[in-house]
């Protein structure tokens, strides 16, 4: 499962440089669920609300309307923070987690991104 980022398109990502890679070796060997976000590509560009609570809540029904019991999540960019945001809901469906971002690669973020995944755990 892939946590949806800003300007993605189902469609267009497979043609795009920046993206193709990721989707030609996550689909080689898993099943790989994604989804646009709101407003964003094949969805729906009139939307009510665009929040970080909307991200988490779209990520969930998707989730929900695969029927996955257990499943990696991969959050990317914007998706890693609402990757994390689904933790308090995904407590017994969660099997690895693999929020990426830039600003994970400093250890203060990492430190903090740690913390989050233990407290939602608890």
């Known amino acids: 499962m892939k946590a949806a980022n800003w300007l993605s398109h189902l469609d267009y990502d497979w043609q795009s440089a920046v993206w193709r890679h990721w989707l030609v070796e996550l689909s080689r060997r898993f099943t790989l669920l994604r989804?646009?976000?709101?407003?964003?590509?094949?969805?729906?560009?009139?939307?009510?609300?665009s929040s970080f609570e909307a991200w988490v809540e779209?990520?969930?029904?998707?989730?929900?309307?695969?029927g996955f019991d257990t499943f990696p999540l991969l959050g990317i960019s914007q998706g890693a923070p609402?990757?994390?945001?689904?933790l308090s809901a995904a407590?017994?469906?969660?099997?690895?987690?693999?929020?990426?971002?830039?600003?994970?690669?400093t250890a203060s973020v990492?430190?903090?991104?740690?913390?989050l995944l233990k407290i939602a755990d608890t």
């Open 110 to 115: 990492r430190e903090l991104a740690c913390s």
């Open 35 to 49: 989804y646009d976000e709101r407003g964003c590509g094949l969805s729906d560009w009139e939307v009510p609300r």
């Open 91 to 105: 407590r017994g469906h969660r099997r690895q987690m693999m929020p990426r971002s830039r600003a994970m690669c």
């Open 82 to 86: 609402v990757a994390v945001g689904r």
């Open 58 to 66: 779209d990520l969930e029904v998707v989730v929900d309307a695969a």
